[in-house]
């Protein structure tokens, strides 16, 4: 008894109470708090993509700085961009007239390897925001006008498809319709297997739409960009009247890998790189990105004087 009594001195206070009492006792800490809470728990809107990591080095590097580059590293690593950076930076002041790219019949064979073609170009137009891979642009690239095509390889790897190919030929009949150059930025991994032969059929029609250009003495100037591969190179990328290349760009029709599996053996340092295919004259000249204009804009004005003379 005489321990239940002692336990039980003093009034008992309800758990809200001890509750208050103990805030109390904080002091100065307790006038802070919520000062220091709301600091601590506020959110603070950062962008998820402000860095961004380059593959060479693993340095991260501050987007603004890499824009500013024109998404050249400082290792020298010109990386992968889509249409309209490409198109800001080619085009004098980055203004130009963008151009429709026609529709074409979507999923003709019903394809599906395990996940329906429909969903998977419903997927890449989401991620890209583009129709599909090709995009056309008219304007003055160093005072010239020209008709641009570049080629998207966040869109399914840039695969030539029936939609690249009706792309394709569009911008050649713009060209000759406004009689001026036309400069195409290549970027792909091949045909688009979903369209089985009907992608194929597109390196046919393709070349036969760089003949209309040829026929109106109009140039066709051929940017490689990172990566060239497959059917693409095997048409439209290897018939221009002029080849460049950006640094480092990878350029082949099969891939290295495929190729050192094939022969087993280990395949030249760069081999397939544009500096390379330099040196064995498959292409004519690699340009860094942010001479690109100044050079281009320098051929087609010599390529096209001959034409104005005539005329």
Known sequence: MAMADKSDKGPKLPP???????????GWLSKIAPGISNFVGSKRETPENLWVKDPDTGDMIY??????ALWVTPSGRHMRIGPKARMKFTFDDGKFESLPTPDVVEDPLHFSDGKPYKDRLKAARTATGERDVMAIGYGKVQGVDCIVLVQDFAFMGGSLGMAAGEGF?????????????????TAAGGARMQEGALSLMQMARTTLAIQELKRAQLPYLVVLTDPT???????????????????????????????????????????????FLVEKGMVDRVVPRSELPEVLGALMSMLMSGKRKAA
């Open 229 to 275: 591969t497959g059917g693409v190179t095997a048409s439209y990328a290897m018939l221009g009247d002029i080849h460049l290349a950006e640094p480092g760009a990878l350029i082949c029709f099969a891939g290295p890998r495929v190729i050192e599996s094939t022969i087993r053996e280990k395949l030249p340092e760069g081999f397939q790189r544009a500096e």
């Open 63 to 68: 987007r603004s700085d890499l824009e500013a």
């Open 16 to 26: 809200a109470a001890k509750s208050t009492e103990r805030r109390e006792r904080g």
């Open 169 to 185: 030929i569009a911008a050649a009949k713009a060209a000759v319709a406004r009689n001026v150059p036309m400069v195409v930025f």
